[in-house]
């Protein structure tokens, strides 16, 4: 009975899954792909010249619509991240302005300090939703995670799995919208003031392309090339990284600080299990006091 109980509920589960997803596919839009990422897994890590590039496309791309509130400049000097030195992170402040009031209670300009938030490209919301269409462009420290999609049955359950499992679901929809900009299918109305995106969900998006080939200028090699191809999927590879880097700047060390958790968990196993057999080690057989034979049906 309970087994015709849980093939009957892994029946229905089952079709729920495909029902939604293909509900997805006709409503929404097409699953991104799955990308190769240095950080997935258990022992995946943040690539140090990645996060650099990626940074390069946020600030001289990304930057005039959208902020990182959640970010401080001294963060692209810690380990595990972007690896920029101090004096360089104090330079690349003193780039920007950050308002506060001076001594006679009055806003002021001045400076950025290595321990000052990004500043946001707008004044206020209303004036980023104003700039926008109406609506003012997210905050980039955390949309890595704020971002996700449903993969269906059984792909939700083995993404849960601590060794195999998938948690990049946020840096490959950025990486898909981000390169999914293309002309509409014929008959298909774009109104003014939209894009058509293939991975964006209903396919209309208010962002503009914010990416083209060559935009962006990497630096080169001794032969005088682009360490990595200037083009829209490689930008969008590298921004996505270094807002997965901005979502969770602490990833390496908590990664480090599991794996260790892991092993000591392991071997303080093998070592109960010592103490156990040596503290009962003399236990068992016959009971004191009692015949062989009574000890059976004792």
């Not at 006679?104 to 269409?133: L, T, V």
């Amino acid at each position: 009975m309970k087994t015709t109980r849980l093939l009957a509920a892994t029946l229905v589960a089952a079709t729920l899954g495909i029902t939604m997803a293909s509900a997805e596919e006709e409503h929404g839009a097409p699953q991104p792909a799955r990308q190769t990422w240095s950080f997935a897994g258990m022992f995946g890590r943040f690539d140090q010249a990645q996060l650099q590039r990626g940074f390069q496309v946020y600030r001289e791309v990304c930057s005039s619509c959208h902020g990182m509130s959640l970010v401080r400049f001294r963060n692209l000097a810690e380990p595990g991240g972007p690896g920029f030195s101090a004096s360089q992170v104090k330079a690349l402040a003193a780039e920007y302005k950050v308002k506060e009031q001076n001594d006679s209670g009055e806003d002021a300009e001045r400076p950025a300090r290595a321990a000052d938030a990004f500043p946001s490209p707008f004044p206020n919301e209303k004036a980023a939703a104003a700039a926008n269409g109406g609506k003012a462009p997210p905050d980039f420290s955390v949309l890595a995670k704020a971002r996700t999609f449903e993969r269906g049955f059984p792909k939700f359950l083995t993404d849960a799995l601590p060794v195999v499992g998938y948690t990049e679901h946020g840096v490959d929809y950025i990486h898909a919208v981000l390169d999914g900009y293309e002309d509409p299918p014929a008959g298909k109305e774009v109104p003014a003031g939209t894009y058509y995106n293939k991975y964006y969900p209903g396919h209309l998006i208010a962002m503009p392309k914010p990416l083209s080939d060559g935009q962006v200028t990497y630096a080169k090699t001794d032969k005088g090339e682009p360490v990595v191809p200037e083009t829209v999927s490689q930008y969008a590879t590298d921004v996505a990284a270094f807002m997965a880097w901005t979502a969770e700047p602490h990833m390496m060390a908590r990664k480090a600080l599991g794996l260790r958790v892991i092993l000591f968990l392991i071997v303080l196993s093998g070592l109960l299990y010592y103490v156990k057999k040596k503290i009962w080690a003399k236990v068992g057989g016959e009971v004191h006091g009692l015949q062989p034979e009574l000890h059976k049906t004792y």
